[in-house]
């Protein structure tokens, strides 16, 4: 597509009450900042620019982490456009984290999508729609908005009598009577990319917090007679940032929701939707079943006809078909193939990997070791840094540990051993 995506993410949220910026908060096991990149990346934009500035060098990391499991994941003919950066040292307001990006897109004719790191919400669509308007209407510019309940905090949409954008008073500068606007800025907009760099050299900061309001700029195109649209949405939750901890709550529920209900829709069983958390990028086969009290997260893997029992936490796992996971289990970073059992109270770690048919039963962990098929550690032992034939038995309190004080040995146990 046609189009340039600038996305501010230099704030720390100070509301967060948190040392940690907030783009870096996780929402549905990923940062809020991929969200907003998965998002605009679904629009295939010519490119995606990133207005960094606290903790900078950890928001660069996670994008381009991110950015290269997408690669990996992408086909041939569909790859995601790569994040670049531009450091905004000292925050002056949003329309100077936009001057930052001025050498970097200035040149380019190209319209650009200005959105904020934190509406991890945000949709493709929604923002396909936004740019869809932009060129119908022919505008200069175009804002994103809505209408809430409790605006309080947000800037206030103020429209003229013919219903046409006037300009945005932002909170703390409005009057009595423009705080009682419900309809109010998303901080999503687009801009023809010449009309928006030649209206920064216009901006001032003259409002109560000395800072460079990029809401200005519509004010400075509109009074020269340049078109400025709005695009009004239906549904606020989307588009609205996170600013504290309960918002970053409520949106946690949203997201999960919508992912437990996804999967229910595909055949999974999910006994109690309201104590059962898994993330956005995990994959369940239909006809598994997920019992209250479990949290499945990161690129967890679970195939079909599996039963994950109260409890039981995975953390990118992988589990193959007909898979029983009794209660209070931990399993990370392991495979675990066709019927196999785990549990209860069981902990698998390390990249154990259990072969189909492969038993471990209360009380026993399992490090960086392969348990071959059938083979069976039913209680009470430490299994690790083994490999571990087929149809092996282990009694109560096996421990396998080859440790010489500087090294670990593999412990190799072949076929058909009973211990």
Do not use: W
Request: aromatic fraction near 6%.
């Amino acid at each position: 597509m046609d189009l340039n995506i600038l996305v501010m993410a230099a704030g720390l949220g100070t509301r967060m009450k948190s040392q940690k910026a907030k783009v870096l908060h996780r929402l549905v096991g990923q940062p809020l900042i991929n969200h907003v990149y998965h998002a605009a990346l679904g629009l295939a934009p010519k490119r995606v620019v990133m207005i960094v500035g606290h903790q900078a060098s950890d928001v660069e990391q996670v994008l381009k982490n991110f950015h290269s499991r997408l690669l990996k994941k992408a086909e041939q003919n569909n790859t995601p456009v790569a994040p670049e950066f531009v450091l905004q040292t000292e925050q002056k307001g949003t329309g100077h984290a936009v001057m930052m990006a001025k050498k970097l897109l200035a040149r380019d004719n190209t319209p650009i999508l200005v959105l904020s790191g934190d509406v991890p919400l945000i949709t493709t669509n929604t923002l396909e729609s936004v740019f869809t308007q932009h060129q119908i209407l022919n505008a200069t510019a175009t804002v994103l908005t809505t209408k809430v309940a409790n605006p309080t905090g947000y800037g206030r949409i103020i429209r003229t009598r013919q219903g046409n954008f006037s300009h945005i008073v932002e909170h703390r500068d409005a009057s009595l009577t423009e705080l009682e606007i419900n309809e109010i800025n998303s901080g999503v907009y687009c801009f023809e990319s010449q009309a928006l760099f030649d209206a920064l050299d216009k901006l001032s900061p003259n409002n109560a917090q000395g800072e460079y309001y990029l809401t200005d700029i519509l004010s400075i195109l509109r009074n020269q007679n340049d078109k400025v649209a709005i695009y009004q949405h239906k549904t606020p939750e989307e588009v609205l940032g996170i600013n504290n901890r309960i918002e970053l709550a409520n949106a946690e529920h949203r997201m999960r929701m919508a992912k437990l209900e996804s999967l229910m829709l595909d055949g999974v069983t999910i006994i109690d939707p309201n104590s059962t958390f898994v993330d956005l990028d995990v994959k369940i086969g239909a006809d598994t079943t997920i019992y209250p009290n479990t949290i499945i997260e990161g690129e967890t893997i679970i195939g079909e006809n599996c039963t994950i029992n109260p409890g039981a936490h995975l953390i990118n796992s992988h589990l193959a078909n007909n898979v029983f996971i009794r209660d209070y289990s931990l399993i990370v970073d392991s495979f675990l193939a066709d019927q196999t059992t785990v549990g209860p109270f069981a902990h698998l770690r390390m990249g154990a990997h259990l072969e189909a048919g492969a038993t471990v039963g209360n009380f026993v962990e399992v490090k960086k070791s392969k348990l071959g098929q059938r083979t069976k550690a039913m209680h009470l032992s430490y299994l690790g840094d083994a490999i571990i034939g087929s149809s092996v038995n282990f009694g109560a309190g096996t421990i396998t540990c080859n440790y010489d004080g500087k090294n670990k040995h593999t412990t190799v146990i072949e076929d058909n051993v009973k211990i």
